[in-house]
């Protein structure tokens, strides 16, 4: 899987990338790889470039955030259509949607006073056969389009719209696609210097085929401590959870032997 993530405002650094990390961490739970993220530009050639590069990798799932609102800089429909070679053109489902939406906006308001205007139907302006999704929260459609290899998704850049859609819509895809597998980690705390511990990990990585060792240094060297996360994905809880203990136990006791100090782990199941 890989997640674009488009809009100017992320990278001139006003707005930080939250939502790629909120699907990195979904995605995970669920058992899916997330193997790319990038930050793009509301630049329809640029992007589009990006977007073809990206499909040529052929990831099962390609999620897109960012760009699906009415003002003029909302570009990402248009983009995946040019990166498709699609026409663009008003999809009706998603303008029921739209349409939907606003009467209910006027109705709450006491009015009955409403137009279809260009910046509205432009949020139901597809990529030629593509599929809208509904948004719970919000007005604009996602979007979804089935490719050789690929599940194309677009979903809004509002977090908690774009959160709501892929609740709601995508999360499913996402646990069907992955077997039943899920992702299982445990955490522990050290004090040893990183290049002391560096060979140690390597040890037991080696020997725990599917377990993947990151540590994260807390302090400095002279004054180490150091979050190690122990992790694997796996369709069978109780064989992950065996492979994690035995991996956190062997590189503890290398760590002790080694003169450094554990202190704690903790257990977590991030099961979607």
Known sequence: MEIMSIGNELLIGKICNTNAQWLCK???????????????????????????????????????????????????????????????????EALKMVKAKYQAY??????????????????????????????????????????????????????????????????????????????????????????????LIEIVMQESPGIYIKSHPQGEERQPHIELHFSTTSSNAMEAQERLRKAVAKLADLIRSNNGRVYSKEHNSNQG
Do not use: W
Not at 60 to 89: H, M, N, S
């Open 106 to 199: 006027v109705a709450n308001m006491g009015s009955q006073d409403f137009e279809l205007t260009e910046a509205r139907v432009k949020m139901a302006s597809f990529p030629e056969g593509s599929t809208p999704i509904r948004n719970p929260v919000g007005t604009a459609p996602g979007m979804q389009v089935e490719l050789k290899d690929t599940t194309l998704l677009a979903l809004p850049g509002v977090p908690h719209e774009m959160e709501a859609i892929f609740d709601e819509t995508i999360m499913p895809q996402l646990r069907k696609a992955s077997n039943g597998a899920a992702f299982y980690d445990e955490n522990l705390y050290v004090d040893i210097m990183e290049s002391s511990l560096a060979p």
């Open 26 to 92: 979904k995605a995970t739970a669920l058992g899916v790889a997330v193997k790319r993220v990038t930050m793009l530009p509301d630049n329809i050639d640029e992007t589009a470039v990006a977007i073809r590069e990206t499909l040529n990798r052929s990831p099962q799932f390609v999620i897109t955030t960012g760009g699906l609102g009415p003002t003029f800089d909302d570009k990402t429909l248009e983009t995946i259509a040019k990166a498709l070679g699609r026409k663009i053109e008003i999809n009706e």
